[in-house]
């Protein structure tokens, strides 16, 4: 009995795993059966000088100094009329980046940009709430929105804003670059995965006419549009998800241009990328809870609810994968070792699958910017290992999501111009060390009980959980190494604490 119950659970975790893995196959497909319809969104109308429309750049900050000024002179270089032209810096900041950003917004305005700066002295809604409180002094019909880490580029908002010229369009999408992308293999992995959620999710959702998604910065909305949906909300962590299904379901539409690029900084350590991709999980899983029932009763195309599903699903591959390393062991060790025949009809199909399908997918997306496809295979084993080494992490996110809504959003750190600054915090990587060496063991497992197949697979596992915790484990090693000589200096030696102006106590000062 326990025998069976093992085998059902492993494969049909298996299963579910393969799925995912044939979505990616297919999105892949959606992107070459629907060339035409990717290739013609670059054939954005002309709209004459006279006609263009008032646009505001919103800027949301919070304790940014290492990258605020960078941002800013970007975004001050824009290509537009100075007339029709709006900066709006919505700044929440706590440290040393209120007076800077401040001082810079000054400046801006003795050279006669149309900059405003704004400073709530609260959190509430978090980035949301910052945008919605921008949104209702903006001056503009259209609102392009960046985050701090990017570097928006002077040719954006006229590469992009004829689209709106067509009153159904409520949102277009630009493509991220990556400033960093050869900073580490760290970098290089995330850099990868990003692509392919652009050259290829994005690309192929668009194409096909099925919902995607604002990237919450790098690009711009009609404000009517914001509104009509409900406007910014703040029960979720992924405001911009959340936002981007309400207005396709209120009918707007939304465009997705690939050869206009906003480039931006990776986080370069592990606890950074940890810290990003949790919100991103856990507030993902919030959006499916809020929207996924009213997405699938809607009056949309089959298929439409279908990439929904898995659009807002994506994330419970990560305790599915927690559960195959667990169920892995116990699976070598209790089941018979398959002859050949065996593995070819069940095995194979299920490595392709999963391991086929992300090759294909990653492929394609380095394929679509004019990169060689073969940086794909030196690199999706430390993908797989990086993916399998966050599941623990990010498992966690996926059940916060899962019990509660809304929650801290906590920034992703930039390094800029000041690398140290701003560093995230993680826990001792203890479920991670100890996935590692039960994955090492179902590796001895594999190949002494002749599960070839198995091999490599184990490996990765051990690979991934042992490489994120002794990455997690150096990083914050060191944070505590360079914190221990605050903490034995006298007062007078310690960086001094935010001020009372500076501290959270009422709303919105202009």
Known sequence: MLHTMLVVLYFAVLLALSAYGLHRLHLVILCLRHRREIERAKQMPHVAEEDLPRVTIQLPLFNESTVAARLLEATARMDYPADKLEIQVLDDSTDE????????????????????YLHRTNRVGYKAGALDEGLKVAKGDLVAIFDADFIPQPSFVR??????????????????????????????????MLDGHHLVE???????????????TGGMWRKNAIHEAGGWQHDTLTEDLDLSYRAQLAGWKFVYREDVVSPSELPEDVSALRAQQYRWAKGTVQTARKLLKRVLSSNISFAQRLEALFHLTPHF???????????????????PATDTLTMLIVDLPLCVATTGSLAAF?????????????NVLTRLPMLIALGTGLAPHLSKAVFEGMRHMAGEFVRTPKHGTNKGRYRARADLPLLETGLCLLSFGSTVASIQTGHYFATPFAALFTIGYGYVAMLVAHEQSAR????????????????????AAEQPVGKLAA
């Open 362 to 374: 990653y492929m394609f997306a380095e394929a679509a910017q004019g990169r060689s496809r073969a």
């Open 317 to 335: 591959a990560y305790p599915l994968m927690v559960t195959l390393s667990v169920l892995l062991l116990p699976a070598l060790v209790l089941l």
């Open 480 to 499: 505590r190494r360079e914190t221990a000589p605050m903490l034995l200096a006298t007062p007078s030696e310690r960086p001094s604490e935010p001020t």
């Open 159 to 192: 590469s992009i804003v004829g689209h709106f010229a067509d009153p159904k369009i409520g949102m277009v999408q630009t493509r991220w670059g990556h400033l960093n992308r050869e900073h580490s293999v760290l970098t290089k992995v995330q850099a990868l």
């Open 97 to 116: 980046t209120q007076a800077l950003v401040r001082a810079h917004v000054d400046r801006l305005r003795e050279r006669g940009v149309d900059a405003v």
């Open 202 to 216: 994005n690309r192929a959702r668009y194409g096909a006419g099925l919902l995607f998604n604002f990237s919450g």
